[in-house]
């Protein structure tokens, strides 16, 4: 029985070993490819300027607008589908508590749309605007990007509302404390680093999104000033230049998916900051 036990342990060691290894094989050789075939052509002319006539077709210019567009549209979306989602996520951990049932029917249909391939928003986004009379504009993106990232924005505050001691609820409801407040001054404060992650990964998606912008956010050379404008994004710029049987055009298109790297780095280092910041107020029972 030990023999078989121990052989167990190493065969999943080995198995975790190997998934680990192809895991970090993959993302290494993605990341090389993208660095190796965009980073000699990325200038800082490239990131300044905006396109000029012809630019996806080798001329001058640069996707000045796509970078702005992608930090308009992924900030707008993931603070409204934040604001949206976190009610809903502690509502789910404090005040339906008593109903696991019933939580669990949401959770079960919060992952089914989680599933749903991005292209079904984007045609759900288009069907909206034309019933509403929006034309494809920054607004029409924002909303379209926000319904397809509020799944995941409260499943992954869910997940981590529920590290959150029990104990707390019961100790905080026992000093006649409201739902409510437990929900915001409790429970939201302890659960900040996981916040952090859930607008990460939200952000993250709506960044690299281009299925629920194709038609939805529109495409433009210059840098919108109002939300009822379209808005160029970094994946619909790279699509379309990935898509140019021009060989220096192509390469641009990585240069772009380096700048898109770059903010999500970023983006992704400042919540590890503010997250390991609020570490420190947890606690632990």
Not at 84 to 100: E, F
Request: a positive charge.
């Amino acid at each position: 029985m030990k023999k078989f036990l121990k052989a167990e342990e190493i065969f999943f060691r080995v198995l975790m070993f190997l998934s680990t290894t192809l895991i970090g094989t993959v993302l290494f050789l993605i990341v090389f490819s993208v660095i190796k075939n965009g980073l000699p052509y990325l200038s800082w002319e490239m990131i300044s300027e905006v396109p000029s006539g012809g630019y996806y077709f080798g001329k001058e210019g640069g996707i000045l607008n796509a970078i702005v567009g992608t930090v308009y549209l992924s900030l707008g979306s993931t603070l409204l589908a934040f604001f949206v989602g976190l009610p809903v996520a502690l509502m789910m951990n404090v005040h339906l508590v008593r109903y696991q049932r019933f939580v669990n029917g949401i959770r079960l249909i919060l992952d089914l749309l989680w599933g749903i391939p991005s292209i079904v928003y984007g045609a759900f986004g288009f069907t909206l605007m034309v019933y509403l009379g929006i034309r494809a504009s920054l607004l029409a993106g924002i909303i379209t990007v926000t319904i397809f990232i509020i799944p995941i924005m409260i499943r992954a505050m869910d997940e981590a509302l529920k590290t959150a001691p029990r104990g707390l609820l019961e100790a905080a409801l026992s000093l006649g404390s409201t739902r409510s407040e437990i929900s915001y001054r409790v429970f939201f404060k302890q659960c900040i680093p996981g916040m952090v992650t859930a607008i990460l990964l939200s952000f993250g998606r709506a960044a690299g999104d281009v299925a629920s912008v194709l038609f939805t956010a529109g495409f433009t050379d210059a840098i919108p000033t109002s939300i009822n404008q379209p808005a160029a994004t970094l994946p619909l710029a790279i699509f379309f230049q990935l898509s140019s049987p021009i060989s220096e055009v192509r390469h641009r298109a990585y240069a772009a998916a380096v700048v898109l790297f770059g903010i999500i780095l970023v983006i992704s280092l400042l919540t590890r900051i503010i997250s390991g910041k609020y570490k420190k107020n947890r606690i632990n029972f």
